[in-house]
């Protein structure tokens, strides 16, 4: 992979588009998005624009690529699950992301678990089956929102946080 001058985190900050530095500055829960139930095709996705919405049921709200395969797959089959990520999973994050190496593809890097939702990374502390509701298109991103349909919530281990353009290491 190489950086190019005309990439945008070499640019001096003030330069930058105002818009992504303001998001930037949103620290997040990396999340990683799977969807499809036969290995041929499943698609990942790692997500850090997303959100939970109390009620009846829950929902998640999540903001995607519109060109990346988990949203095409998630749009079709209309399920998926979501995993958060710990920090000893950041190279798995990077190469859901499309930003790292991961040789023999990213489901090589992990252990899962088939589920009628998708595959859910075996590991997983926290993780939620997913059921489409809506999606519609806001600025370059597809807002999806899903209906929770199980939630397990586990002991918190060190998360995977992202702000600005960075990984966060845990405090401690």
Do not use: K, N
């Not at 992301?97 to 040789?103: C, D, I, K, Q």
């Not at 009628?116 to 590991?123: E, I, T």
């Not at 089956?129 to 807002?143: C, I, P, Q, Y």
Request: net charge negative.
């Amino acid at each position: 992979m190489t950086i190019h001058t005309t990439h945008p985190f070499l640019e001096p900050e003030g330069d930058r588009d105002p818009v992504r530095r303001l998001r930037g500055r949103l620290g997040s829960t990396v999340s990683l998005w799977t969807a499809g139930v036969d290995e041929g095709g499943r698609a990942g996705l790692t997500v850090s624009s997303w959100l939970v919405a109390g009620g009846e049921p829950g929902r998640v709200l999540a903001l995607l690529d519109p060109d990346a395969d988990l949203t095409d797959v998630l749009l079709e089959t209309g399920r998926g699950v979501l995993q958060l990520l710990s920090w000893a999973e950041r190279d798995l994050a990077d190469a859901f992301a499309g930003t790292a190496p991961a040789p023999g593809g990213p489901w090589r890097m992990a252990t899962w678990t088939p589920t009628d939702h998708g595959p859910r990374l075996a590991q997983a502390g926290t993780w939620a089956s997913l059921e489409v509701e809506t999606d519609v298109e806001v600025g370059w991103s597809r807002l999806v929102t899903c209906r929770l349909v199980e939630v397990v919530v586990g002991d918190e281990r060190d998360p995977l946080v992202h702000r600005r353009g960075r990984y966060q290491p845990p405090a401690g």
